[in-house]
């Protein structure tokens, strides 16, 4: 009996709490991450594509570290979220300045927040690959328009750097958005509806 029923590879702490809310019990598992560029798009990729793509890419990667370091053969739940505009995919901003290119981008806009999540299941005996199971939450969210100075003193903070398009729905920046068409926890990076099925399907235990 394990003190846990699951892996997250995530170091976000909004997943983690939002995991932790709905009462279930995991470990955060840190697979090393590859080298280069961080999580580039493919040529034609969508940007569903794309965001499910990497999700699986993470899930994958951590279930092959728990295998070499001979951890606890549990699920891997693995995440990405996704801001775009069109095509054009805003991912987390590099620096200040990247930050409030992409406030400028997406204000006054209509966009799309997808979040895919991915399961990596212990496979039947004989199997080395996991079984996957995956979803894709699409949120619609629209932005009012922000003036230059409260662009500039929102990437100021340390609000900006982690997340996708440059902004958390669950922090200050919950005052540029005006409505949103979809899960408000799919656009914190973790939709609630679709990993609690995700998780019902395996037989992952949600404890009250």
Not at 83 to 102: Q, W
Not at 128 to 144: A, D, G, K, Q, Y
Not at 155 to 165: F, I, L, N, T, V
């Amino acid at each position: 009996m394990h003190a846990y029923d699951l892996y997250l590879a995530s170091r976000s702490p909004r997943r983690r709490e939002l995991l932790t809310q709905m009462g279930i019990r995991h470990q955060v598992l840190l697979a090393p991450e590859p080298p280069g560029e961080d999580e580039p798009r493919l040529e034609q990729e969508t940007p569903a594509d794309y965001v499910l793509r990497t999700a699986r890419d993470k899930a994958l990667r951590g279930w092959h570290w728990l295998q070499q370091q001979k951890l606890p053969c549990l699920p891997v739940l693995a995440c990405d979220t996704c801001v775009s505009l069109g095509e054009t995919i805003f991912g987390k901003p590099r620096d200040h300045d990247e930050a409030v290119t992409f406030l400028k981008h997406l204000s006054g806009t209509g966009h799309d927040v997808r979040t895919a999540v991915v399961l990596a299941c212990p496979p039947a005996r004989g199997n080395p690959s996991p079984v996957l199971i995956e979803r894709v939450c699409h949120t619609r969210v629209w932005m009012r328009t922000l003036q230059t100075a409260e662009i500039e003193h929102y990437c100021g903070s340390k609000e900006p750097y982690d997340k996708a398009g440059g902004y958390g729905i669950q922090g200050p920046a919950a005052r540029f958005i005006t409505r949103i068409d979809g899960s408000h926890t799919g656009v914190m990076g973790l939709p609630l509806f679709e990993t609690l099925g995700i998780l019902e399907l395996a037989g992952v235990p949600i404890h009250d």
